[in-house]
């Protein structure tokens, strides 16, 4: 019977740990490297727009005449949306002492049910429980503002880094394509080139089709007579970009709002 031989080279060994220390690093900078593929996919569904509008105007104009659009387009939306808050506060204003008073009857039937069965609580226990409680309801509200911080940074930073991307178009791809030899910087441009393209129109589409759902969707639900029917459309909008469950959980809301309405 043969045997057979491993033989374990020092380059393979050397390949090894390289690949480990790149799995290693490339997991400690994943948030890095997920907000520079984010800010790839923007930048990629907005080149286009800004590569026609730089054969007639300055590149860097083209580019704040679109940043300047994106915000004045997000503002507009944004406005509806704080006026339904507004509203939707107000209605609950309107009703609290309704919901005050159905709070009021089922404290005053827990009252006569306990009276009925001869049984007292102990609420020593709740009261003991209470100084923790107000700590993690702390806890909580500190996490809550970090992470709201945290995001508010990250939108931030995304949008300067996809503003480099705009205005250096080119030196960003001839400093990438530098990492690759000599004889494959054509080919890897070439495909650079494809997935930005492909990216940049899956994302264009993705918006008009969120767009598109939001709005029949504010309308269908408005025409049937449905309540929230713009925060319930904005809602099946936003998620339409999640492909197959999306449009699924958008559906709950507005079905349970139907229900509740008219039962």
Request: hydrophobic share 60%; aromatic share 8%; no cysteine.
């Given at each position: 019977m043969n045997s057979v031989k491993i033989i374990i080279s020092p380059k393979s060994i050397m390949a090894l740990i390289a690949f480990v220390l790149l799995i290693i690093f490339l997991y400690q900078t994943k948030d890095v490297i997920l907000l520079l593929f984010a800010s790839f996919v923007i930048a990629s569904a907005l080149y286009p727009t800004v590569d026609w509008m730089s054969k007639k105007i300055k590149r860097g104009l083209a580019v704040g005449i679109v940043y300047f659009i994106g915000i004045l387009v997000l503002s507009v939306l944004s406005a509806p949306c704080f006026a339904i808050l507004t509203a939707q506060m107000r209605e609950f204003i309107r009703d609290f002492p309704k919901y005050w008073a159905h709070m009021q009857a089922l404290i005053i039937k827990g009252e006569i049910l306990i009276e009925s069965t001869g049984y007292i609580p102990d609420y020593s226990q709740a009261f003991t429980t209470l100084p923790s409680l107000s700590k993690d309801i702390l806890a909580q509200s500190i996490n809550i503002t970090v992470n709201l911080v945290a995001g508010i940074a990250m939108a931030f930073t995304l949008a300067i880094i996809v503003l480099f991307f705009l205005l250096d178009k080119e030196e960003i791809k001839k400093g990438f394509?530098?990492?690759?030899?000599?004889?494959?910087?054509e080919k890897t441009k070439l495909i650079v080139?494809?997935?930005?393209?492909?990216?940049?129109?899956?994302?264009?589409?993705?918006?008009?089709?969120?767009?598109?759902?939001?709005?029949?969707s504010s309308i269908s639900l408005a025409v049937a007579g449905i309540k929230f029917a713009f925060l319930l459309g904005l809602l099946a909008g936003l998620l339409e970009i999640v492909p197959i469950a999306g449009p699924i959980i958008s559906a709950v809301p507005a079905?349970?709002?139907?229900?509740a309405d008219n039962p």
């Open positions: 394509l530098m990492l690759f030899p000599v004889q494959y910087r080139a494809t997935i930005s393209k492909k990216v940049g129109g899956y994302v264009r589409g993705q918006l008009l089709l969120m767009v598109i759902v939001g709005v029949l079905i349970i709002v139907a229900l």
